[in-house]
Nanobody, 119 residues
Framework: QVQLVESGGGLVQAGGSLRLSCAAS????????MGWFRQAPGKEREFVAS????????YGIDSWKGRFAISRDILKNTVYLQINNLKPEDTANYYC????????????WGQGIQVTVSS
């Protein structure tokens, strides 16, 4: 089993930056794809970005590439999501997920962490 714990959220002013962390334990993640999702109140959960352990990155919305950046530290078994120029519409619960590289569904999830962007 894989356990995921997010950290780094909080209240941020619009235009600021935030770096979310997702620490994984329970299994080495060499065979997993790690992803970030977010869900705002009353909305569906949406895919933000993912990264495989060969370094390939995927972003849910192409225009996010300049403002969102996913990265990982293999030695720390941790995945990060850097968000720059935060906007009020970025307010959501952000979730870290893990899936087997050959699968499409994410089988493991963190508890989520709140990001609130004030205007």
């Amino acid at each position: 089993q894989v356990q995921l714990v997010e950290s780094g959220g909080g209240l941020v002013q619009a235009g600021g930056s935030l770096r979310l962390s997702c620490a994984a334990s329970g299994s080495r993640l060499s065979n997993y794809v790690m992803g970030w999702f977010r869900q705002a109140p009353g909305k569906e959960r949406e895919f933000v970005a993912s990264i495989s352990w060969n370094g390939q990155r995927t972003y849910g919305i192409d225009s996010w590439k300049g403002r969102f950046a996913i990265s990982r530290d293999i030695l720390k078994n941790t995945v990060y999501l850097q968000i720059n120029n935060l906007k009020p519409e970025d307010t959501a619960n952000y979730y870290c997920g893990a899936r087997m590289a050959a699968e499409k569904e994410y089988d493991y999830w963190g508890q989520g962490i709140q990001v609130t962007v004030s205007s």
